[in-house]
T-cell receptor
Framework: EAGVAQSPRYKIIEKRQSVAFWCNPISGHATLYWYQQILGQGPKLLIQFQNNGVVDDSQLPKDRFSAERLKGVDSTLKIQPAKLEDSAVYLC????????????FGPGTRLTVL | GQNIDQPTEMTATEGAIVQINCTYQTSGFNGLFWYQQHAGEAPTFLSYNVLDGLEEKGRFSSFLSRSKGYSYLLLKELQMKDSASYLCAVRDSNYQLIWGAGTKLIIKP
């Protein structure tokens, strides 16, 4: 089966600009996660969707970050405006319904904010 | 608070054995995962433990002691391609994954 797809793979922007990332999970996976991974650290959960509903967005900086999964399949994560500290890899993962199952990760988007 | 501790970096020799430890303090426990992450790539699943004891999968084994809040990942017959970061993650009482910072493993010839 096809894996989790993400685009773009790399993005360089200047601070205060906007950026959007796209994720297409594994077919049939109801749960979708967006993580932020800063170099040398473990992934930090930003938001979790179950189908098109938000399960957990407690660590999402809502003043600048937003995410949606309108049709319960693919998802977009947006940052507006970006700050220097947003430089990180943004990982999308999916799993079968709920948190009890293994998560499969996409290749990630490496964001550099200058 | 919730906390996962792993060594930051370890070095081992090709062909040898290495043990990467993970200790955790979480609100509840519903399983522990080990993931491998090569530089610039996404994490990939290695193992899952929910009961005490050793789970063996080829050259890799993972051990869990829930009473001690402790796990280790054992890698045997090390190969150069095993150079990567190894992430320990624990599922808490809400089934959320709490991630460690990862252990960077360097394999030398």
């Amino acid at each position: 089966e096809a894996g989790v797809a993400q685009s773009p793979r790399y993005k360089i922007i200047e601070k205060r600009q906007s950026v959007a990332f796209w994720c297409n999970p594994i077919s049939g996976h109801a749960t979708l996660y967006w993580y932020q991974q800063i170099l040398g650290q473990g992934p930090k959960l930003l938001i979790q969707f179950q189908n098109n509903g938000v399960v957990d967005d407690s660590q999402l900086p809502k003043d600048r970050f937003s995410a949606e999964r309108l049709k319960g399949v693919d998802s977009t994560l947006k940052i507006q405006p970006a700050k220097l500290e947003d430089s990180a890899v943004y990982l999308c993962a999916s799993s079968r319904s709920g948190n009890r199952n293994e998560q499969f990760f996409g290749p990630g988007t490496r964001l550099t904010v200058l | 608070g919730q906390n996962i501790d792993q060594p930051t970096e370890m070095t081992a020799t090709e062909g040898a054995i290495v043990q990467i430890n993970c200790t955790y303090q979480t609100s509840g426990f519903n399983g522990l995962f080990w993931y491998q992450q090569h530089a610039g790539e996404a994490p990939t699943f290695l193992s899952y433990n929910v009961l005490d004891g050793l789970e063996e999968k080829g050259r890799f084994s993972s051990f869990l002691s829930r009473s001690k809040g402790y796990s280790y990942l054992l890698l045997k017959e090390l190969q150069m391609k095993d150079s990567a970061s190894y992430l320990c993650a624990v599922r808490d009482s809400n089934y959320q994954l709490i991630w460690g910072a990862g252990t960077k493993l360097i394999i030398k010839p």
